[in-house]
């Protein structure tokens, strides 16, 4: 019954590959997010969509490209990866408005080697 | 630049004693203040939180202390417990228009010994 649900939980790639990490979330919430964590353990968001719309692009580079089919779903698509892209990816939501907290997802660990 | 550190990259503390956690921002900017917990191979899951109008928010045996003019804040919990042990993130946002976009500090790990 997991609210936030992230796939794969890991994921090893070579160079130059394209992969794709979903997320899911049963909290009927209207916001969802995606967080990277660095090699320095920071968690820094990447993007965020309201109700599939984009409303945060943190300069992110354009190789990465988040689809958000429906308010429920927001996946993370990697193009032409590198080396500095493995780390972990945190998807997240929220309840829009007020100060609801973010739910995260147990993150995907993506090794590029 | 980081705006959100947390300077003590771990803690060890003895059961039933107080562990308190630090953080500190540097913009002023930052209005709402949260603290999440995360254990290994998890999200981080939220903990407590507290607003700028406010200098102390309690829940249970976790207290979140607020300094402004230092740009400080602490969490403090008491008793500590084994189960505690876990990975703990400071994070800051500004409220209203930032739709939940929170700035994180790089944690601490707290290990609370039996």
């Known amino acids: 019954d997991t609210a936030v649900s992230q796939t794969p939980k890991y994921l090893v790639t070579q160079m130059g590959n394209d992969k794709s990490i979903k997320c899911e979330q049963n909290?009927?919430?209207?916001?969802m997010y995606w967080y990277k964590q660095d090699s320095k353990k920071f968690l820094k968001i990447m993007f965020s969509?309201?109700?599939?719309?984009?409303?945060i692009n943190e300069t992110v580079p354009n190789r990465f490209s988040p689809k958000s089919p429906d308010k429920a779903h927001l996946n993370l698509h990697i193009n032409s990866l590198e080396l500095g892209d493995s780390a972990v990816y945190f998807c997240?939501?929220?309840?829009?408005?007020?100060?609801?907290?973010?739910?995260f997802g147990n993150g995907t660990r993506l090794t590029v080697t | 630049d980081q705006q959100v550190k947390q300077n003590s990259p771990s803690l060890s503390v003895q059961e039933g004693r107080i562990s308190i956690l630090n953080c500190d921002y540097t913009?002023?900017?930052?209005?709402?203040f949260l603290w999440y917990k995360k254990y290994p191979a998890e999200g981080p899951t939220f903990l407590i939180s507290?607003?700028?109008?406010?200098d102390k928010n309690e829940d249970g045996r976790f207290t979140v202390f607020l300094n402004k003019s230092a740009k400080h804040l602490s969490l403090h919990i008491v008793p500590s417990q084994p189960g505690d042990s876990a990975v703990y993130f400071c994070?800051?946002?500004?409220?209203?228009?930032?739709?939940?976009?929170?700035?994180f500090g790089q944690g601490t790990i707290l290990t609370v010994h039996p």
């Open positions: 997240a939501s929220r309840r829009a408005g007020g100060d609801s907290p973010l739910h």
């Open positions: 909290l009927g919430h209207d916001t």
């Open positions: 969509y309201n109700n599939k719309e984009l409303i």
């Open positions: 913009n002023s900017m930052f209005d709402y």
């Open positions: 507290i607003s700028s109008i406010k």
């Open positions: 994070a800051a946002t500004v409220r209203g228009t930032s739709y939940g976009k929170l700035t």
